[in-house]
């Protein structure tokens, strides 16, 4: 806590269950903005709530699921759905397949169907089985109409919390600084209540209660995909960063964690460079100058040299060997 004059810089602090985790948002603003703090808190949630009803998997109601079945046809959709389709579509031609937001029903399939509320499973019996690819997926940008030639279900995990957390923040850009967390998203703006950078850590992947480096930043989202986030209900070797063509986990690599100016590009480029594997994933990072480290199987870490520039790294006591490429 810091006094400014007469005014008391403090921070704010909320939570709240969607999409699956846990979000957490703290804000850094003076005590007499309490009110005005909390609603936009609470506007800033809100937002969580519409982008899981727009693009879950596991609500019948939500566009992604009303637009499966309607293959063979132009279908008018919201410039959210859009914009996002075509992004990830946009990513899966740079990583040639590996990255594929059609592999819903293949989730479906490996257990990764059930709800975080009530623990139930979702099916979508209604929408066949059959090989998709992203290809598969035609967009008219002058109509904003998508074409599926076949029936699937396009899968937004990687990307649509990155892109909650950009739109949340938008909410909370008036004020001195804040930090969204869900899951392992993290946006941070401004600075904390001693008017620092914001500390974060990123988690060991084997020692999770111990991070394997912190950083300081600010104006910047944060996101780790790894392989122990979450498991099959039906195979425990079974995580859910899946190749689409061999319907495998990647198992190159632990974790992938990625800075970068929005969440959703965080958030989907770390997924895509942990299926791209050890080797190509850092090859595509470097290539697109992205900040980012990985960690090995053997709890190594190879850093990318935009990395390397960010922050000075401190290591935890399960320090691991840092291999500089």
């Known amino acids: 806590m810091k006094w400014l004059g007469q005014q008391k810089l403090i921070t704010f602090q909320k939570s709240m269950l969607a999409m699956g985790t846990v979000i957490n948002i703290q804000v850094v603003a003076y005590e007499e903005d309490r009110r005005a703090v909390l609603e936009d808190i609470d506007r ?109 279900i396009l899968d937004f995990g990687s990307i649509a919390k990155g892109f909650a957390c950009d739109l949340a923040a938008k909410e909370l850009e008036a004020w001195e600084g804040f930090m969204i967390k869900a899951g392992g998203d993290v946006l941070v703006s401004g600075f904390n209540e001693q008017q620092e950078e914001w500390t974060i850590g ?45 319907k495998q986990s990647e198992q190159s690599l632990l974790s992938c964690t990625v800075i970068a100016p929005l969440g959703m590009l965080a958030d989907s480029l770390s997924t895509a460079a942990f299926l791209l594997g050890r080797e190509g994933g850092y090859s595509f990072l470097a290539e697109h100058e992205i900040p980012a480290v990985m960690v090995d199987q053997d709890a190594d870490m190879t850093l990318t040299p935009e990395m390397k520039e960010v922050q000075s790294w401190n290591y935890s006591q399960h320090q691991p060997q840092t291999k500089h490429c």
Do not use: W
Request: hydrophobic share 30%; net charge neutral; with cysteine.
């Open 202 to 246: 990123i988690r060991h992947p084997i020692h999770k209660q111990t991070n394997i480096s912190v950083i300081q930043t600010t104006n910047f989202a944060i996101c780790t995909s790894g392989s122990y986030e979450r498991i099959s209900r039906y195979d425990p070797h079974t995580h859910h960063l899946i190749h689409p063509q061999t």
């Open 44 to 152: 800033a949630f809100s937002i969580f709530y519409d982008i899981e009803h727009r693009f879950s998997r596991f609500r019948s109601d939500s566009e992604v699921m009303k637009l499966a079945n309607r293959s063979k046809q132009e279908v008018l959709v919201s410039e959210m759905l859009f914009d996002l389709t075509a992004y990830a579509l946009e990513l899966a031609e740079l990583t040639n397949g590996k990255y594929d937001p059609t592999i819903g029903k293949i989730m479906e399939q490996k257990g990764f169907n059930r709800l975080y509320t009530t623990g139930q499973t979702f099916s979508s019996d209604d929408v066949p089985h059959t090989a998709v690819h992203y290809r598969d997926v035609q967009l008219n940008e002058t109509n904003r109409t998508i074409y599926l030639n076949k029936p699937l």
